[in-house]
């Protein structure tokens, strides 16, 4: 790997550059043009803020570039790794969450089957309790009742897979299914196709709850 070599920062410089920024600043709060000459004084001002900014643009560039390029070539260096591990991670997780979700429809299935069964039971409980009270035996007629009232399903015998350390997260998303219905509240404002828009027809043709207009801005 090649290493990195960051030239020293000239303080000094740095220093003079800031001190002519603040007068330029100063100036430029205290500005006011009230004929063709202050105009032109501020142009030549503006033009010393552009020169300025540039060098002090480039200084940075400078400094900052060895410092970029050696990070380009460490992301470069680790991506392939990263990428094989990653995809590594994708693909035990895509088994193991098939799994899971196969066996919570199991489950389900089991505990609705163990349902039905309860209920069966519950059923056949409350006839015997009928057929025992219009026959007279209340006592029985009761013990069945009692039975029925407390029959339970049985408990599934299909748990939740568990792994050290591995845990299973509920992810809640959205797909749309007919944007033509979607509440107002979600949808969002077109910005860059009315940004383009107000460009390309300078306003001429409009749209409906929007005010294209334009501003003067001034280049140097």
């Known amino acids: 790997m090649n290493q990195v070599s960051i030239e020293p920062i000239d303080v000094s410089s740095a ?10 600043k100063t ?15 501020a142009g030549v001002n503006l033009k010393e803020i552009k020169s300025q900014i540039k060098t002090l643009d480039d200084e940075r560039k400078k400094l900052t570039k060895p410092i970029d390029e050696a990070k380009k070539n460490i992301m470069a260096l680790f991506k392939k790794p990263l990428d094989v591990l990653t995809a590594a991670e994708t693909a035990y997780k895509k088994s193991m969450v098939t799994y899971v979700v196969e ?6 299935e089991e505990e609705a089957k163990l349902e039905r069964e309860a209920e069966k039971r ?15 035996n209340i ?5 069945r009742a009692e039975l029925a009232d407390a029959v339970m399903p049985a408990v599934s015998g299909i748990q939740t897979p568990k792994a050290a ?3 299973m997260r509920e992810i809640w998303k959205y797909r749309i299914v007919d944007d033509k219905i979607i509440p107002r509240e979600f949808l969002i404002v077109n910005e860059k196709l009315l940004g383009e828009m107000a460009r390309s027809t300078k306003g001429v043709v409009p749209v409906a709850g929007v005010e294209f207009y334009s501003e003067k801005v001034l280049a140097a």
Do not use: P, W
């Open 122 to 136: 519950r059923i056949e409980l409350e006839k015997q309790a009928k057929k025992h009270e219009e026959k007279g």
């Open 103 to 108: 066996q919570d429809r199991k489950k389900r």
């Open 27 to 41: 100036l430029s709060q205290n500005i006011v043009i009230k004929n063709d000459g202050d105009y032109e004084s």
């Open 165 to 167: 350390g591995v845990f």
């Open 139 to 143: 006592e029985k007629a009761q013990e």
């Open 15 to 24: 220093n003079a550059a800031l001190e002519t920024a603040e007068k330029l």
